[in-house]
């Protein structure tokens, strides 16, 4: 069977401020959806494995719609044979790994598609995705902050300037703490550029660094110390009509996803 490449990029949901929680999924979720809107057409299919929930779904429309098409094999043009009242969708796939809130989507352009199928059947839940940055580049887009957890031995905390040294000792000899901040719309200046530059220059002290805000054009952005690359490329078998195999892509996909995982422990 012949394969073609197919390459996925990482970001983060989160769903009211929260990492997606699986409990939610399973109780909302049909396991598939098919939704018209005018001339177009989107389609949805839900798979449950494990902590992980694998989306297959599909977008097309019936407009535009050339009325020639050309033979590859004759080199001619011919009359298109889809008729005017006829959808021709894309498929596209993308995982939900419900261990880190990781989704993984096979083009980002349609991910608006996810979240709001997600706003739509969760009705009052806010879904937003957030790009995951590199250390120098978060620090060079980050504009506003929403979040800081870190987690490390409390005497760490005071040698960062992240905890009053008198608070570190109140602690009582915990061996490790979490400290979970949340921001409403603070706006990045000096200081806190220092400081998070301060976190990340300890970085290998610490057991979990996890950092939210957007960007001057208010887009999500992430950083986790935790999380590994943002792309994972696989080759999947395709169909005579060069349509991927769902379940080949998503079976190596999550091959490729536990690899990395288990390459970080």
């Known amino acids: 069977m012949n394969q073609k490449e197919i390459i996925f990029s990482g970001v983060v949901c989160y769903v009211n401020d929260e990492r997606a929680d699986m409990q939610l999924f399973q109780n909302s979720l049909k396991q598939s959806d098919v939704i018209f809107q005018g001339d177009r057409v989107q389609s949805y299919n839900f798979y449950f494995q494990n902590n992980y929930l694998k989306i297959s779904f599909s977008d097309g429309s019936a407009k535009p719609r050339n009325p020639n098409v050309f033979n590859v094999k004759t080199y001619e043009q011919e009359p298109n044979p889809r ?16 261990s880190n809130s990781y989704l993984w989507l096979s083009n980002t352009q349609k991910k608006t598609m996810i979240t709001d199928y997600f706003k739509n059947t969760f009705q009052t839940a806010q879904v937003v995705l957030k790009d995951v940055y590199d250390e120098a580049k978060f620090v060079e887009t980050l504009k506003v902050l929403d979040s800081v957890r870190v987690s490390a031995a409390p005497n760490l905390f005071t040698e960062t300037n992240t905890l009053s040294k008198a608070l570190s000792e109140e602690m009582h000899g915990a061996y490790e703490a979490t400290l979970d901040l949340k921001y409403d719309k603070v706006i990045v200046k000096e200081n806190i ?13 610490f057991k979990k660094i996890v950092i939210a805000g957007r960007d001057e054009k208010n887009l999500g952005m992430f950083f986790n110390n935790n999380l590994f690359s943002r792309k994972i490329e696989i080759k999947a078998d395709v169909d005579d009509n060069g349509m991927f195999n769902p379940d080949d892509v998503f079976s190596k996909l999550i091959t490729k996803i536990e690899e990395e995982i288990n390459a970080e422990k």
């Open 83 to 98: 008729q005017a009242d006829q959808a021709e969708p894309k498929d596209f796939f993308c995982i939900l790994d419900f």
């Open 193 to 205: 550029l220092t400081w998070i530059k301060s976190i990340f220059y300890n970085k290998t002290n």
